[in-house]
C-alpha cells in the first residue's frame, strides 16, 4: 500500500476506502490532495483486491472546496495551469472510472468537493449534510454536465445560477444524495453498500461499471444490443457458471 499526505487509503473486504485527511483545513482541496486521490484511484483500478471504492472525508465535513490559499495564488499563471490540470485529471479519473464509487458526505460538500460528490456513482449522505456552490457567488462556476444527469436540468440551473446551499433533506428531495442515513453513520451505511457491491466479485462490479458508462451515450437499440452481447459474454464464464450452480444448489433446485 502506498503511503499518501493528503488522503488515508485503506482496503478491506474488496472495498478500498479514500479518506481525506486535512482536517485543520476542513478538507480543503489543494493540488497534493488531488495528486493523492488521483495517484490513489489509479493505484487500484488494476488492483483485483478493490471492488468498490468508497470516497469520503469522516462524519463532520466531506469537503470545504478549493482551499482558499490556493485560489490566492490564481494570479499566477504557473499555479492556474497546476491547478486545471489537476481538476481534469482528478473529475476525469472519477468520470471514467472502472469501479464503482461512492461517496460518503457527512458535513458540509461545498464547491469543488460538492463536484467529488457529483462525479461518484452514488451519493450516500448524513442529516447534517450541506451541499452547493458557493462559488457562484464569486463569479465562478461548477461542473454543469454531471449534475444536471442527475437532478435534471431545472434544478442544476437553480443551483448553478444562485449559489445557494441546501440541506440534507432538499439534496436528497432533487436526487442529489441517492440515501439519506442518521448523523455519524454515513461512513458505515456507505461502506456496507461498497461490501454488498464487493460480493458480486471485482469482475463483476467492473463489467456493470462499464455498461453504467457507456450505454446511456447510446440511442436505445444501440444500447439494446450493447447490454445483450455483454450478457452472452459473461453468461458462459467459469466463476458465473459455477455461481448460478451454487444459487440452484442453495435454493434447492
Known amino acids: 500500500m502506498k503511503s499518501y499526505t493528503e488522503i488515508t487509503a485503506t482496503i478491506e473486504n474488496g472495498v478500498g476506502t479514500i479518506a481525506f485527511s486535512r482536517y485543520e483545513r476542513r478538507n480543503a482541496l489543494s493540488l497534493e490532495l488531488f495528486a493523492d486521490l488521483s495517484d490513489c484511484l489509479d493505484d487500484w483500478r488494476e488492483n483485483d483486491d478493490v471492488a468498490c471504492v468508497v470516497i469520503t472525508g469522516g462524519e463532520d465535513v466531506f469537503c470545504a472546496g478549493l482551499d482558499l ?8 499563471k504557473e499555479r492556474r495551469d497546476a491547478y486545471s490540470k489537476a481538476c481534469l485529471r482528478a473529475y476525469g479519473t472519477l468520470l471514467d472510472y472502472a469501479k464503482p464509487t461512492i461517496a460518503a458526505v457527512g458535513g458540509p460538500a461545498l464547491g469543488g468537493g460538492c463536484d467529488i ?4 456513482d452514488i451519493r450516500i449522505g448524513a442529516e447534517n449534510v450541506v451541499m452547493g456552490f458557493p462559488q457562484i457567488k464569486m463569479g465562478l462556476t461548477p461542473y454543469f454536465s454531471p449534475l444536471w444527469k442527475i437532478v435534471g436540468l431545472s434544478q442544476a440551473k437553480l443551483l448553478t445560477l444562485s449559489g445557494d446551499r441546501i440541506d440534507a433533506a ?3 428531495r432533487i436526487g442529489l444524495l441517492d440515501r439519506l442515513v442518521p448523523t455519524g453513520t454515513v461512513v458505515a451505511e456507505a461502506t456496507r453498500l461498497a461490501e454488498s457491491i ?3 466479485t471485482t469482475e463483476s462490479a467492473a463489467n456493470n461499471k462499464e455498461m453504467m458508462l457507456r450505454s446511456p451515450a447510446m440511442d436505445p437499440i444501440s444500447a ?3 447490454e445483450t452481447l455483454a450478457y452472452r459474454e459473461v453468461i458462459w464464464h ?6 448460478i450452480g451454487a444459487a440452484y444448489k442453495k435454493l434447492g433446485q
Do not use: G
Open 117 to 120: 460528490a457529483v462525479f461518484c
Open 238 to 243: 467459469d466463476s458465473v457458471v459455477d455461481r
Open 69 to 76: 490559499k490556493l485560489q490566492s495564488m490564481f494570479t499566477n
Open 198 to 200: 464487493a460480493e458480486t
Open 170 to 172: 432538499e439534496a436528497a
Open 224 to 226: 439494446l444490443t450493447y
